[in-house]
């Protein structure tokens, strides 16, 4: 049966959202385009379950992108959001949960000293390159490529022409001279950093990065690079900006800088910190932060910064957090990802699967990448035949090779065997 049959209610959705939404989606990847499906339309999330409006439940490993590490729907993120939401909404002042989750962050993460919230991932990460320029004098700023760092023009860019020139604009929009204050490097890859520092004394103000690139699928740092990042940046009088808004509280409580031992001068957050209501926020060291509005120089705002909804969610999320549940998610990922081997040995399928804790993908290739050259090389055609046969069979994946498979801390046993059971069909397809 042709899907349109098979999904009645999610098609005549989205033949409605495709008059009204670019692509008929809020957000690039939900039209599924990468895998040649009809997007889903769900409505309902509890635990490691989503419930589309046709009826049919899921296993989900989106994970709304990253804020469902607790599973959907958890009772003490709904009992808290619901309890704050009677005492209405934004207000426009100051309100205590925000002191009250500012204080959670910085407990688990005390690189930041100080911190500013946003309403989104892109905002924090636009506000703290921002900081960087202002507190360096410089305009520079490095990124690796495969990594995203939301949609701010500046980080909007691909590799220029030779190692460590000027970026060229990835999207129509972005003006040469906006593309051309940033440099994309390989992940990976030290003497290329080192080159760009060679090659622009005194001009980068910072070099930006996922600690672990969950945006090109997951590509692990190999060993040392995060440290070479920060000793470079430091002996070149640039700022180390890692950007958690994945690894943030998904990683360990203290994110990737705990996981791997490294510390950043500034850090970007999101996702898990909003407990799935919208939120971003960046912060570091208070030398540098003191440089915000209302201080001088740095402006920066929000109407809905601080939201006490997202404050109520964010807080409640890290409490649960805070009783250590790592652990646990740490031995269900790593069976998770034995299974999985297994699954594809078994079915004779050459496949790659790189982990760090709870972020997992499955490449579709020989070997596990080390840089986004060798992510972008993997087999699109067979993920998309895979990620079809997996829905088919209940399992929900990213609809994109390149994403990070996220599981929570509510897939149990029965959810990982049922998964494993699923993907040696799938293998199989
Ligand atoms: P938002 O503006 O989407 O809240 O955050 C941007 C962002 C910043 N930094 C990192 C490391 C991120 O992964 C993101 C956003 N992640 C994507 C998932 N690949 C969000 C999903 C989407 O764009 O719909």
Excluded at 224 to 231: G, H, I, V
Excluded at 350 to 369: C, E, K, M, N, Q
């Amino acid at each position: 049966m042709a899907p349109t049959e098979l999904r009645p209610a999610s098609s005549a959705l989205i033949e409605r959202a495709e008059g009204l939404f670019p692509g008929g989606v809020n957000s690039p990847v939900r039209a599924f385009r990468a895998v040649g499906r009809p997007p889903l339309v769900l409505e309902r999330g509890e635990g490691p379950h989503v419930w589309d409006v046709d009826g049919r439940r899921h296993i989900d490993y989106i994970g709304a992108w990253g804020p469902a590490i607790l599973g959907h729907a958890h009772p003490a993120v709904v009992e808290a959001v619901t309890r704050a939401s009677r005492n209405g909404f934004a207000l426009g002042a100051t309100n205590s949960l925000e002191i009250e989750l500012g204080e959670a962050i910085r407990r688990a993460m005390p690189s930041v000293e100080r911190l500013r919230f946003t309403s989104s991932g892109t905002e924090a990460v636009m506000s703290a390159i921002r900081v960087a320029r202002a507190a360096t004098g410089r305009d520079l700023i490095v990124k690796f490529a495969g990594a995203y760092h939301g949609h701010s023009d500046g980080l909007l860019v691909e590799a220029g022409s030779g190692i460590a020139t000027q970026a060229i604009a990835g999207s129509a929009g972005v003006p040469h001279a906006v593309a051309a204050t940033s440099i994309v490097l390989p992940f990976n890859d030290v003497d290329a950093v080192s080159a760009a520092f060679a090659a622009h004394p005194a001009e980068i103000a910072a070099v930006i990065v996922e600690p672990v690139i969950a945006n090109a699928g997951v590509v692990p740092p190999v060993p040392d690079y995060l440290q070479s990042l920060r000793a470079l940046t430091r002996a070149n009088g640039a700022l180390l900006l890692f950007d958690e808004v994945i690894t943030g509280f998904r990683l360990a409580l203290g994110g990737a800088q705990e996981r791997f031992g490294v510390t950043p001068d500034l850090t970007t957050l999101g996702k898990i910190i909003g407990g799935g209501m919208p939120i971003g926020a960046y912060g570091g060291r208070a030398d540098l932060m003191n440089l915000v509005a209302p201080a001088d120089p740095v402006y920066q705002a929000g109407t809905l910064s601080g939201h006490p909804l997202s404050m109520a969610a964010g807080i409640a999320t890290l409490e649960e957090l805070e009783a250590g549940r790592y652990a646990a998610l740490e031995a269900t990922a790593a069976a998770f990802e034995a299974g999985l081997a297994d699954a594809a040995t078994s079915a004779g399928r050459d496949v790659a699967i790189a982990r760090v804790g709870s972020l997992l993908t499955v490449f579709f290739r020989p070997t596990r990448p080390i840089d986004a050259t060798e992510a972008l090389a993997s087999d699109r055609e067979a993920y998309a035949r895979y990620f079809g046969s997996m829905l088919d069979q209940g399992i929900l994946l990213p609809p994109s090779q390149f994403e990070a498979w996220f599981v929570s801390m509510a897939h149990g046993p029965a959810e990982i065997a049922a998964t494993l059971e699923a993907a040696r069909t799938a293998f199989a397809a």
